[in-house]
């Protein structure tokens, strides 16, 4: 098998994972996009009371961590889409009591020229949305959940989940030659071999 860094050889070439380059997936690639991964985003804790926790929603591919997950996210949904800004939730981890959901609100950039401030209003937007939600009179496994005890666990720093993404999805062997470089629209994951980056230099492919 003359395939690194993770790839797979078919039989006749090398299958590289994702931000691997090269015949035999020798090569970091050149740039990594994690523009869309960035947005600002505030941490928020939930309990579903009508709901025992149980181990297969430890297990994030089973069909009850999932189901689990896209009920939540359609009833989140339902509950914050007047929240300016409002751009999905993602569920992190599920843990006992009854459940609890810890959970990232993704939101579009703020305008202007006070973003903190804007973040920190649109956080409590959304934490007065989740706590103002009506509760569902006959609450059941099937037919909407009971969602009480909302509340805003933090605020993402970007410079660090930056730095932190870059670590995450840039080939492990490379990882710790990438950091962020943001440009008028987007964010990157680059390295000194990147192509027109202050102070790039010529790798050679090498």
Not at 6 to 16: I, K, P, R, S
Not at 31 to 57: C, H, K, Q, Y
Not at 89 to 99: A, D
Request: charge should be positive; hydrophobic fraction near 30%; glycine fraction near 8%.
């Amino acid at each position: 098998d003359p395939c690194q860094n993770g790839g797979h050889w078919t039989g006749t070439f090398c299958l590289c994972p994702p931000n691997v380059d090269g015949a035999h997936c020798q090569f970091g690639a050149s740039t990594i996009n994690i523009t869309a991964e960035l947005g600002p985003s505030v941490l928020m804790l939930a309990r579903v009371t009508n709901r025992n926790f149980s181990e297969d929603l430890r297990d994030t591919l089973s069909p009850t961590y999932r189901s689990f997950v896209d009920e939540f996210s359609r009833t989140m949904d339902r509950i914050y889409h007047n929240v300016s800004g409002y751009g999905g939730t993602r569920v992190l981890t599920l843990t006992r009591g009854s459940v609890v959901v810890n959970y990232k609100v993704m939101l579009h950039p703020p305008a202007g020229d006070q973003p903190t401030t804007d973040l920190h209003r649109r956080a409590r937007e959304l934490l007065d949305a989740a706590n103002a939600a009506a509760q569902p009179q006959n609450c059941s496994h099937s037919a909407g959940r009971c969602q009480e005890s909302h509340r805003r666990s933090g605020l993402a720093p970007t410079s660090l989940v930056a730095s932190k993404l870059c670590k995450k999805h840039a080939p492990a062997n490379f990882s710790r030659y990438y950091y962020p470089y943001r440009t008028p629209n987007s964010l990157l994951c680059v390295t000194n071999c990147t192509l027109n980056v202050p102070g790039s230099i010529n790798c050679n492919s090498g």
